[in-house]
């Protein structure tokens, strides 16, 4: 097989490309009988494809309900996702790949029964439905329901032209774009890699109380990944842009943001030294130092580890956990971003809900059971990675507010310290809030002026002592737009992150001893 390259495929107007990546398996659904997917997709996929109506749903729920139970719900999950791969100037990979499946829970307390299936067929369904039932079982013989009405849902990411309409003719160009402005940027530059993803998700989740909601998620991603040399040394980095973004967003400003900050990040590298080792003042840049604040503090506040006891902030509710000008938010409703949800995965309609405010602990986040547990309200943040998995606590757009200070005070009021600027690996355990973090980019502060990059640093230390050592936050919010995914338990989802300028008093810095 002949390789692609900008020539070829320009061309031959892209045919041959998307002959290429488009199987013919991929023509179905998985079903014979339901419309292609190349087709422009239904309102209501679930029911046009598959035939799940509300008689269906409904003799699901009463199987579901049968061992009696305090709650029980079906989550449908249809997701179409593609991606791409360049190396230098060639298509070196491409795949579509359609995942489906429904997860059945039976709730009893803190008891949880779960199963799922991937046959969305009525047998099969009954079948999870008999299975997720036998593992909690109670008392409670509640009536299952047998209408079903549509709930509202707000629209934070409606794409004009969803994913699964877009062909790979429309995604090409702008990975040999984003390819040419990279290489333009610095002769230095010896190789580059670009990768593209996106993903058409349709979910519907009903449960036991007659509601039922639908979803449509869009997500999209593109990466540069820059390699580059100079007096026989090598070094590389990366940038990404990512979100729940048309293909309209991807416009030529973002095309360069993108390639500068890989490039910038990749040529600041071989100036850079690594910093003095030892106990230091740590300013956090603004942006993608809200890994920081996701790890060693967001996980924290889960509502899940602090029901089991497992979270330092436990008993800390109504306490104050930082200073009186730190307010950290976890936010669903940030329009198009990467961990905006217009409803969770078991329903709710998601919020922006304050953790800390004015430097007091106020909330955790809440799925419906550790909700429940705590007499309030779920704050939307019930997640899981697709139909396979369980529902939990979970973060979705993790940020600090932005406080009183400028950066330029920040940046003066540090005799010796450094500003950690791109972060790489860490290592965090939730209980008690322990982390290492390796920074790839950062800059040396010495006498209150920043006199130098530095590379290849860890810092270490604890997320909650950490939050009562800052000292300043800067009037500089940013949020953060690459593609973050956040871990936990096995779990993967996608999120965003972000944060302003903030100074750390103290911190440890593995630096060069010395």
């Known amino acids: 097989m002949s390789r692609l390259t900008r020539r070829n495929v320009l061309g031959v107007g892209l045919t041959g490309a998307a002959a290429l990546t488009l199987p013919a398996f991929l023509a179905n659904s998985g079903n014979p009988a339901h419309a292609s997917l190349l087709d422009d997709a239904p309102e209501d996929p679930f029911r046009d494809w598959f035939g799940i109506d509300e008689s269906t749903i409904a003799r699901v729920m009463a199987e579901l309900m049968s061992g009696g139970a305090d709650f029980a719900d079906v989550y449908f999950q249809h997701t179409r996702s593609n991606s791409v791969r360049m190396e230098d100037g060639l298509i070196s990979s491409a795949s579509t790949n359609i995942d489906q499946g429904v997860g059945l829970r039976v709730v009893i307390g803190d008891q949880v029964g779960y199963a799922f299936t991937e046959d969305l067929t009525l047998d ?24 079903f009405a549509l709930g509202k849902t707000p629209s934070f990411y409606q794409a004009t032209v969803p994913w699964d309409q877009v062909g790979i003719d429309a995604k090409l160009p702008l990975l040999f774009r984003v390819e040419s402005i990279t290489r333009e940027m610095d002769p230095a530059i010896k190789k580059i890699g670009v990768s593209w993803s996106d993903s058409d998700e349709r979910v519907m989740i009903a449960d036991s109380t007659g509601r039922v909601v639908r979803d449509r998620r869009p997500m999209s991603r593109l990466g540069v990944m ?17 979100g729940r973004r048309e293909l309209g967003a991807y416009d030529e400003n973002k095309l360069r943001q993108v390639a500068k900050e890989a490039v910038d990040r990749t040529m600041l590298l071989f100036d850079a030294k690594r910093p003095p080792a030892g106990e230091m003042a740590v300013v956090l840049a603004a942006g993608a130092s809200g890994i920081l604040l996701h790890e060693a503090i967001g996980h924290g506040m889960e509502a899940d580890f602090n029901r089991k006891g497992t979270s330092i902030y436990s ?27 217009n409803v969770d995965d ?11 405010k004015d430097g007091v602990l106020t ?6 059971i550790s909700a429940k547990h705590y007499g309030v309200k779920p704050t939307g943040s019930g997640r899981r990675e697709s139909f396979r998995h369980v529902v939990m606590p979970r973060m979705r757009s993790t940020y600090m507010e932005s406080g009183p200070h400028t950066p330029e005070e920040i940046i003066e009021s540090v005799k010796n310290g450094i500003v950690a600027e791109t972060f790489t690996n860490g290592q965090v355990q939730i209980g008690a809030g322990d982390f290492t973090f390796y920074i790839k980019n950062g800059w040396l502060i010495e006498d209150g002026k920043i006199t130098a990059p530095i590379k290849d640093v860890n810092i270490i230390g604890n997320g909650p002592e950490a939050l009562r050592n800052v000292t300043m936050v800067a009037n500089d919010y940013k949020l ?8 936990k338990d096995g779990q993967s989802v996608p999120v965003s992150q972000g944060m302003p300028t903030v100074l750390v008093s103290k911190m440890t810095v593995g630096g060069v001893n010395g």
């Open 480 to 487: 953060d737009t690459g593609g973050w995914t956040c871990g």
């Open 226 to 242: 820059v390699t580059a040399e100079k007096g026989g040394k090598l070094q590389a980095h990366s940038s990404n842009l990512a």
């Open 315 to 341: 008993n800390m509710l109504g306490k104050e956990v930082a200073p009186k000008f730190v307010n950290i938010i976890d936010d669903g409703t940030q329009p198009f971003e990467r961990g905006a949800l």
């Open 363 to 368: 909330s955790y986040l809440h799925d419906k």
């Open 124 to 147: 099969s369904m009954l079948g999870a439905a008999r299975t997720a039932a036998a593992i909690a079982k109670g008392s409670n013989k509640s009536p299952s329901p047998q209408r």
């Open 346 to 356: 078991e329903g709710n309609v998601t919020e922006k809900t304050y953790m800390v």
